[in-house]
């Protein structure tokens, strides 16, 4: 089902012209047209739900298999048929997707010996192939070139024209590969459990030095991309946010200077220093990046969401709340947000209490038609806390964090003591790493509220000296992930001070 899944996702009707595919059956509603359209409408997620609708329930029976067979082929037939005249396909999406299909056809004409057709065709993708730097596929064209040049058209000069041109691009591709391989030996390092990030430097430093020469010989998209990756993971596996900065503009650059838009290119390195200049505080710098990066970007992709949450994060880094709250309107009203993962919808969930506290402290002024606030259900929030899984668990900080927050705001000091407790003991639990040193200081902090009875001066002077660790190890140089602060601890404990009264309050735990 999964396969069928994938097919059905990239494909639609209003695409597809003229084909014996999905969506051009003259005849009364199929079976096969039936099964792709619940499969489109998330109507079956999985072959029981598929055969208890269209068969007889036996996702065994060869009925079933066959009606899923027949869709799965129709669906891949139709993947050649895709309309590339979206307006989200750039030139060389489009490129990409044209020389690999006329390539498939290159392919077929030379088992059916039509040789002479073949080679037309292989020279005019070899000219796209060339324009858009495809190496893989430059290497394929010119070898079967070099082949038929040489073998049966004996024609010596464009031989050695295409022998000569290969042995460049095999060079280049194979340049293309080491760096590939680096870069996907970095990333199974940081996908390690506990990552640790000294060898991730270490080893970036060591790979990029195996590619560098490459690099400074040749000009490949392929080749750029991931070395320039792997020349920021030096810089980012140890949180210099200002030296990963450098690196990122020096990849956009250079990838700006290319003859086509290389949008992923620079979606992922616009991405990473929106993330440096977040963490650095540096607003203008990073509104510039978010802004650049949503001008390539197609509107209510995973990507845009992405790129609007660290755009948020920014906003709120820099206290440019009202910014902040524009940006979560933007996201919260979008019609694709519903589409989107589960880690997408929750992380702006937590934002929209970050958000509507802000409200309530006046530091964000809602728009007048605004409905959402008033009508937000603290008390469901303070009960509900999302049961993340360990690699997101982080998330639950932010959670018992604000709704702390929200009940010292209200005076809410009984509750507030019991939510207190709770995270005192996921602070032990959790809590215990580097990486969360920023977070457990801030902890420490909120659990003095109680102890000192709710008295703010009491609080000011017995928390100092965990607000003094806090600056000695500032946002920029944590080594913490950069959501877990939506806003950063010091702005945050500003506002929870001044939540308090220079009042004692006491409360018995039998009287709770």
């Not at 059905?8 to 059956?25: L, S």
């Not at 008390?379 to 999302?386: A, H, I, K, Q, S």
Request: charged share 25%.
């Amino acid at each position: 089902m999964r396969v069928l899944q994938e097919l059905v996702a990239i494909i639609t009707k209003n695409k597809v012209k003229q084909i014996e595919v999905i969506g051009n059956e003259n005849t009364q509603k199929s079976k096969i047209t039936e099964f792709y359209e619940l499969v489109a409408d998330s109507k079956v997620t999985n072959d029981e739900e598929a055969a208890e609708l269209l068969t007889n329930g036996d996702t065994n029976s060869s009925t079933y298999r066959n009606l899923k067979n027949t869709l799965k082929n129709r669906l891949i037939n139709t993947v050649f048929f895709i309309d590339l005249k979206q307006p989200y396909y750039n030139d060389q999406q489009k490129a990409y997707f044209n020389c690999w299909k006329e390539w498939a056809a290159v392919k077929i004409l030379m088992v059916k010996s039509a040789k002479f057709a073949a080679v037309q065709l292989s020279k005019k993708i070899l000219r796209q192939a060339i324009k858009y730097e495809f190496t893989e596929l430059i290497v394929e064209i010119l070898r079967f070139l070099r082949i038929h040049h040489s073998t049966f058209e004996n024609n010596e000069r464009l031989f050695k024209q295409y022998n000569q041109q290969l042995n460049r691009y095999a060079q280049m591709y194979l340049a293309e590969m080491k760096a590939e391989e680096s870069y996907c030996k970095i990333m199974t390092l940081y996908k390690r459990k506990n990552p640790q990030k000294e060898t991730i430097h270490k080893e970036a430093r060591a790979f990029y030095k195996e590619i560098e020469s490459s690099l400074a010989a040749f000009d490949s998209y392929k080749l750029h991309l991931y070395g320039r990756m792997i020349y920021m993971a030096i810089f980012m596996s140890v949180n210099d946010y200002e030296k990963t900065a450098e690196a990122c503009d020096e990849a956009i650059t250079f990838f700006e200077k290319k003859k086509y838009i290389s949008a992923l290119a620079l979606q992922t390195f616009l991405h990473q220093k929106l993330v440096c200049h977040t963490q650095l505080k540096q607003y203008n710098r990073g509104k510039d990046a978010a802004e650049r990066s949503l001008a390539i970007l197609e509107e209510g992709k995973f990507n845009w969401f992405k790129n609007l949450e660290l755009y948020f994060m920014l906003s709120m880094h820099t206290k440019k709340y009202q910014k902040s709250y524009e940006v979560f309107s933007t996201v919260i009203n979008h019609k694709m947000l519903a589409f989107q993962p589960a880690s997408i919808s929750e992380i702006w969930k937590i934002y929209e209490a970050y958000v509507h506290y802000l409200i309530i402290l006046n530091k964000v002024v809602p728009a007048e038609d605004e409905t959402r606030f008033t009508k937000f259900k603290l008390g469901r929030f303070l009960n509900e806390v999302p049961s993340f899984s360990k690699e997101k668990r982080r998330r639950n900080i932010p959670i018992l964090i604000i709704q702390t927050l929200f009940l010292i705001l209200q005076k809410r000091y009984n509750e507030a003591i019991d939510r207190i407790e709770a995270i005192e003991k996921y602070c032990y639990r959790y809590l215990r790493k580097d990486d969360s040193f920023r977070s457990n200081c801030f902890i420490k902090c909120l659990l003095l509220i109680p102890s000192c009875s709710f008295h703010k001066a009491a609080v000011t002077r017995k928390a100092k000296k965990y607000l003094v660790q806090l600056q000695q190890v500032p946002l920029e140089v944590a080594n913490q992930p950069h959501e877990v602060e939506i806003i950063p601890y010091e702005d945050l404990w500003e506002m929870a001070l001044n939540s308090l009264e220079n009042e004692f309050y006491s409360a018995s735990r039998s009287g709770r």
